[in-house]
């Protein structure tokens, strides 16, 4: 297990750059090579690059090792970059008026979190994908669930803004997960998903995140 601090282009906010999996990280085109390789050293999975209308390709999908909901932001070009780059995977662009998907949605290898704005006709079709049970929340009176949780398979970093312990520990009920536990990221955001980037073989986490902030995020993750 591997935790290292990043940023790109003086941003800190790293998680919007990426998705990973235990399998596979999913990234736009012509990020840093600083970045690339402090992701493969940390990550330890194959890189996948796409041509991507935005940089924010964390903010636009969700992924495990069994598929992937994108946003209908990404083109069908860039759907066939990653169909050939991982023929085994399922790949699935929503039709959906909300753009930014990875905001709507948290994921394991065998849960999915959903927003109730999701239509409930795509989310078989999610779950087909994903190959999970389907469970639709909100949190914290929010649908930003995605941006308010960062989970692997063994963990989860949740807003500090959630303050109800019944929403805290229903979230490690409902995600089968080993740690939970409240953080903020890079020095006070309260957003985590946009901090951290993890699989269950390491982390990035945003250069400004402090010493507190790094701790408690590796006690979740990587209990």
Same mark, same amino acid.
């Given at each position: 297990?591997?935790?290292e601090k990043? $940023?790109?282009?003086g941003?800190?906010n790293?998680?919007?750059?990426a998705?990973t999996?235990?399998?596979?990280?999913?990234i736009p085109?012509?990020?840093p090579?600083?970045?690339l390789?402090i992701l493969?050293q940390?990550? !330890? *999975?194959?890189?996948? !690059?796409i041509?991507?209308?935005?940089?924010?390709?964390g903010a636009?999908? *969700?992924a495990?090792q069994?598929?992937?909901v +994108?946003s209908?932001?990404?083109?069908?070009?860039?759907? $066939?970059q990653?169909?050939h780059?991982?023929?085994e995977?399922?790949?699935?662009?929503? $039709?959906f008026d909300?753009?930014?998907f990875g905001?709507?949605a948290?994921t394991t290898?065998?849960?999915?979190?959903l927003?109730p704005?999701?239509?409930k006709?795509?989310?078989?079709?999610i779950?087909?994908?994903?190959?999970t049970?389907?469970?639709?929340i909100r949190?914290h009176?929010?649908? +930003?669930l995605?941006?308010?949780v960062?989970?692997n398979? !063994?963990?989860?970093v949740?807003?500090p803004?959630?303050e109800?312990?019944a929403?805290?520990k229903?979230?490690s009920?409902? +995600?089968h997960?080993?740690m939970i536990?409240t953080?903020?990221?890079?020095?006070?955001?309260h957003f985590?998903?946009g901090?951290?980037?993890t699989?269950?073989k390491?982390?990035i986490?945003?250069?400004n995140?402090?010493?507190? $902030?790094?701790?408690a995020i590796s006690?979740?993750?990587?209990?």
């Open positions: 297990m591997s935790i990043s $940023e790109i282009n941003n800190p790293v998680g919007l750059y998705v999996t235990k399998n596979f990280t999913l085109e012509n990020l090579q600083k970045f390789s493969e940390t990550l !330890k *999975v194959p890189i996948v !690059k041509f991507s209308e935005t940089t924010f390709i636009l999908a *969700v495990n069994t598929g992937i +994108l209908p932001l990404i083109s069908e070009s860039s759907i $066939e990653i169909r780059a991982l023929p995977i399922n790949v699935l662009r929503i $039709e909300y753009f930014a905001n709507l948290v290898e065998s849960q999915t979190l927003s704005i999701i239509p006709s795509t989310r078989q079709e779950a087909d994908t994903l190959g049970e389907i469970l639709t949190l009176d929010s649908d +930003l995605g941006s308010l960062r989970t398979n !063994k963990g989860a949740v807003s803004i959630v109800n312990e929403e805290i229903n979230i009920e409902l +995600l997960l080993k536990q953080s903020t990221v890079n020095r006070g955001s985590p998903a901090g951290i980037i699989n269950d390491g982390a986490l945003g250069i995140c402090t010493g507190l $902030e790094t701790i006690n979740a993750l990587f209990p």
